[in-house]
């Protein structure tokens, strides 16, 4: 799908199918609920399309205008409420969902008054709620599935400026983020039969070798091992697929802040030795989500060219059952030096973040240091689907996370650490232990033990548990039906904001 600006002088609505904005809900002094747009609409068309919306359209709500034999033959009133950014974004979405499947054209009316962040937000929303996942009949194995085929193919924003350079560049904006959204969306919905640990760092490599100034290092489980990383090491040693550490950066030249994302990886969960139930374990194809998170956004901000430095670290591994797994009661040393006793290897995302999270305090010297994980079931009992745990000491840049998070349409809430529950993790044979004991605060104990491993950066650091966002049930404003690619609008806004 193609989005393209167009200045309304040159009528570029002809012979397409025409969306106009709509508040809500209607004034009650009589005015019309109609936005005055770049486009003015016959005297006919404005007439008939006040009389059916005269009671407002709901925000994120599309109402259908069909008129044969005229032109334009059929119009689309979508609802923008009170026309700030999320319902322009949600409009986008709506407009798609609405002509997917019948139309191939779509001319946008924007507000005579719009900005930038109006078509920037509404191709936003149009280009996510797009998004279709099918995988590939040939080559399964080597690509990260392709988007099902629709019939909408080009959306043209219609603007009152002369002038449209500052929209393409709007929309270009979002084009940038919608992809890394979109590669996060792909490589998360890839079936885990598909998408081993080699597999993952194979599309980021082939991802990163499209951008300019993007490089990717790979470790594999020898060097792995030579380096310490047996966090990983140990998840993934149930499984004949090994594990992979995945390195991605982008170093603009003059860039005086550098954060660190770190994203849980873990291509398929089955729990290990203590396994899950077949319930738990459908959708474990989705908990490398925090790693796709994490280098998709280091791609966005090399696309977008953000003046920040940024690296993405990747630990990637198959937590299995077999004859090699981990096994309750192991002890493992984790890069750095830490031991944990494994109580629970169905506790294992903690392991492999925590080595990545010891990497980067020892090696890379962060500013800032985050990470994002499909983690535990205890966020999704505490905040539900809709939003994920926040975890930092830094009121500083909690504040900013949840303001970045606000502002992306990808919420975060705070959730406590009291050092009081330290004890819950403390092991009788190694430093920590990888679940509390008595099992309590399932989410915070997770932070509490990923806090331990960031070392002297702990205090410039913040942990996202967001297991249940990463994937929707049904398609709901611009997410799609299943993996939603949850973290990387939220962090892409982040680095912006830097």
């Given amino acids: 799908m193609h989005i393209s600006v167009s200045a309304a002088t040159h009528g570029k609505v002809r012979g397409a199918v025409v969306v106009l904005p709509v508040e809500a809900p209607a004034g009650t002094d009589g005015t019309s609920p109609l936005?005055?747009?770049?486009?003015?609409p016959p005297d006919e068309l404005r007439s008939e399309a006040q009389t059916l919306v005269r009671d407002g359209?709901?925000?994120?709500?599309?109402?259908?205008?069909?008129?044969?034999?005229r032109d334009p033959a059929h119009v689309l009133l979508v609802g923008v409420g009170d026309a700030a950014p999320r319902c322009w974004r949600e409009a986008g979405a709506a407009v798609v969902r609405a002509a997917a499947d019948r139309h191939a054209a779509l001319a946008v009316a924007l507000p005579q008054d719009s900005t930038g962040a109006v078509a920037e937000q509404f191709a936003l929303g149009a280009l996510l709620a797009g998004y279709r996942y099918r995988l590939p009949a040939a080559r399964a194995s080597r690509t990260a599935g392709k988007r099902a085929e629709q019939?909408?193919?080009?959306?043209?924003?219609?603007?009152?400026?002369?002038?449209?350079?500052?929209?393409?560049?709007?929309?270009?904006?979002?084009?940038?983020?919608?992809?890394?959204?979109?590669?996060?969306?792909?490589?998360?919905?890839?079936?885990s039969a598909v998408k081993s640990p080699r597999w993952f760092a194979d599309r980021v490599v082939e991802a990163a070798s499209r951008r300019s100034g993007v490089t990717v290092h790979v470790l594999d489980e020898v060097a792995?091992?030579?380096?310490?990383?047996?966090?990983?090491?140990a998840v993934g040693s149930g499984s004949p697929r090994p594990p992979r550490f995945v390195e991605v950066a982008w170093r603009p030249r003059g860039a005086r802040?550098?954060?660190?994302?770190?994203?849980?990886?873990?291509?398929?969960?089955?729990?290990?030795i203590?396994?899950?139930?077949?319930?738990?374990?459908?959708?474990?194809?989705?908990?490398?989500g925090g790693a796709a998170a994490v280098c998709a956004a280091v791609l966005a901000a090399a696309d977008l060219r953000l003046p920040v430095r940024v690296t993405a670290l990747a630990p990637l591994a198959e937590n299995m059952v077999s004859g090699s797994s981990m096994r309750p009661g192991d002890v493992i040393r984790q890069y750095g030096g830490v031991?944990?006793?494994?109580?629970?290897?169905?506790?294992?995302?903690?392991?492999?973040?925590?080595?990545?999270?010891?990497?980067?305090?020892?090696?890379?010297?962060p500013d800032y240091l985050i990470d994002l994980a499909t983690l535990t079931g205890a966020s999704h009992v505490a905040l539900g689907k809709q939003t994920a745990a926040l975890f930092s000491d830094d009121a500083d840049l909690a504040g900013a996370l949840r303001a970045a998070g606000d502002e992306a349409g990808e919420p975060v809430w705070q959730l406590p650490m009291p050092d009081d529950y330290l004890g819950l993790i403390r092991s009788d044979v190694a430093d920590l232990a990888n679940i509390g004991r008595p099992a309590q605060a399932g989410a915070v104990v997770a932070a509490l033990f990923l806090r331990e491993l960031a070392g002297e950066y702990r205090d410039r650091w913040a942990h996202i548990d967001?297991?249940?966002p990463s994937w929707s049930d049904r398609d709901n404003g611009a997410l799609a039906k299943g993996a939603t690619g949850w973290g990387v609008r939220l962090l892409v806004q982040f680095l912006a904001a830097l």
């Fill in 57 to 69: 359209v709901a925000p994120g709500s599309v109402v259908q205008l069909p008129r044969p034999t």
């Fill in 274 to 288: 203590s396994i899950k139930p077949l319930d738990g374990m459908k959708l474990m194809r989705k908990d490398m």
């Fill in 339 to 365: 031991s944990t006793e494994v109580l629970d290897t169905d506790a294992e995302g903690r392991l492999v973040l925590g080595d990545a999270l010891a990497y980067a305090a020892k090696r890379l010297k």
């Fill in 257 to 272: 802040t550098h954060v660190v994302l770190a994203g849980k990886g873990i291509c398929f969960d089955s729990g290990g």
């Fill in 151 to 191: 019939a909408l193919r080009r959306i043209t924003l219609v603007t009152a400026e002369p002038d449209v350079t500052a929209a393409q560049q709007a929309v270009a904006r979002s084009q940038a983020l919608a992809d890394a959204v979109l590669l996060a969306r792909d490589l998360t919905n890839t079936p």
């Fill in 466 to 468: 967001m297991s249940a």
């Fill in 224 to 233: 792995m091992a030579d380096a310490g990383f047996g966090g990983v090491l």
């Fill in 35 to 40: 936005l005055p747009t770049a486009w003015a």
